[in-house]
């Protein structure tokens, strides 16, 4: 019978049959080291073989997963946490204060999304907390993103309808991330507040949210509609990312390469690099250059 994995607790897993029945199940043996770089063979969004024998379910195979979004695990034990699978999209959740998202998370999250072909969209959400200066500098970023070709929102979840939102998401299986207190659940809990899903407050002295969300789980919105709401995440390492493919995920870089001297040219301290230049004058954003370049002499991700 197949099922779709609902959320992960450890060795036991929650999971949805056709009929709409969630059931717990566990791992079959000769699934359990499926994937040994992996923290768990098996995430939420799988599409999974489930088999009852005894009155308890087991998975028994795991069905080929169409994209996935993964980052370096925190484990020494294991190279990559696989956050989810399956997905249709991925809404980044964005703060400007209260936490504060750094460029270098949004560039390698765009890069875990990109290297998997999940499209993402960026919302900078908590708007109103923001003061005349700090609105300027996130419509700059909001500004940045959008005109390389990311779909971004500014919203208040607080205070906003979310008409916008609910567009975005109407008929798709969305991944929701970000740091903790960001906003994810809550956000969840406006579009529907049935879940009522905990939040907590925001840490007056280190400005980060603490972990309320500690496994990802599935909500449905609606039939067509459904919602991952994952653990907040503070650093987004990447894993298995060829060097040379990086400069592929930015979209700038991208279009406009072809002017560069040498066709092989990955815009580090090449001569006659385009991409250094437009970043020198300030049409392509310097910290898009400098996480790039951070990230392509990190030996970490192409392992």
């Known amino acids: 019978m197949e099922a779709v994995v609902q959320k992960s607790l450890g060795k036991y897993f929650s999971v949805k049959k056709n009929n709409g029945e969630i059931v717990t199940a566990t791992l079959a043996g000769k699934l359990r080291n499926l994937d040994a770089d992996s923290t768990s063979p098996i995430v939420v969004g799988d599409k999974v073989e489930i088999i009852n024998q005894n009155d308890d379910w087991s998975i028994v195979q795991l069905f080929e997963r169409k994209n996935f979004i993964a980052r370096k695990s925190v484990k020494l034990s294991k190279r990559r946490h696989i956050i989810a699978a399956n997905v249709d999209q991925c809404l980044l959740i964005v703060t400007k204060k209260s936490p504060k998202t750094s460029t270098s998370f949004i560039d390698r999250f765009l890069v875990a999304c990109e290297h998997n072909n999940v499209p993402v969209s960026i919302i900078f959400n908590k708007i109103d907390l923001l003061n005349k200066e700090e609105l300027q500098s996130l419509n700059f970023l909001f500004d940045y993103y959008k005109k390389i070709g990311y779909n971004c929102l500014k919203t208040s979840f607080e205070h906003d309808s979310l008409e916008s939102i609910k567009k975005l998401i109407k008929g798709k299986f969305s991944l929701i991330s970000g740091h903790s207190g960001v906003g994810k659940s809550t956000l969840i809990n406006k579009l529907n507040s049935n879940f009522n899903i905990r939040v907590s407050e925001i840490s007056d002295y280190h ?15 609606d039939n067509e509609t459904s919602l991952i709401d994952t653990p907040g995440i503070r650093g987004f390492g990447l894993v298995k990312i060829d060097r040379k493919d990086i400069r592929k995920y930015f979209h700038e870089f991208v279009q406009n390469q072809s002017k560069c001297k040498y066709s092989n040219c990955v815009h580090i301290n090449e001569p006659s690099c385009e991409i250094k230049k437009l970043t020198n004058s300030g049409l392509i954003l310097s910290s898009r250059h400098d996480n790039y370049c951070s990230m392509f002499r990190s030996e970490d991700i192409y392992r």
Do not use: N, P, R
């Open 207 to 221: 400005e980060q949210g603490k972990h309320t969300t500690t496994f990802s789980e599935i909500y449905d919105l």
